[in-house]
């Protein structure tokens, strides 16, 4: 039998990265893989476990064919290692740190994906991308009206989503995580 794809979403500063650290190894368990994505930036950024590369480098992978998803957001290109296919046609679930703009042709090429979505309450997603430091409080602001955009709809497109809320303790969330994906192992059980 196939694996699934778990396709996490949701706003910077959502708390994706801390999420999938620390569902990792409770993860394995469940025979689910989490992914390293290929970003272009430098190795030296703090964030997620990623595999920075240069531009250069990005587009040479991509028309390699190294990249069973890729897309561009915020001036940086993101890149799914096609290792995942083998992962999923070997009976492996696959936990993604997706892309709410490539989501559209993410379910077109895995159908049967599970999305979810991470969401935070405002107040604590502002405090959390001002302690950050990487944006002027004016682009904090614009982005915080884009996420309540989102964060009002159950669906992207006509899919319906599971949302989970990242606003209190990181384990409560993990906990949370492992249960709908307990729930939802099985493709035709969205």
Known sequence: MDGRLIY?????????????EAARIPLRSMNCEVVRRVITRSAESVGEDAIGVSREEFERRKDAGDFALSWHANGLGYGIPIQINDWLKGGRHVLINGSRGHFAEALQRYPALLPVVLTVKVEVLRERLVRRGRESLDEIEARLRRNEQFAANDLLGNTQ??????????????????????????????
């Open 8 to 20: 996490l979403m949701g706003p910077s500063g959502s708390g994706k990265d801390s999420l999938i």
């Open 161 to 190: 989503v599971h949302r989970l809320d990242n606003s209190g303790e990181l384990s409560v969330t993990v906990a949370n995580l492992l249960h709908l994906l307990t729930l939802n192992a099985e493709p035709d059980r969205i």
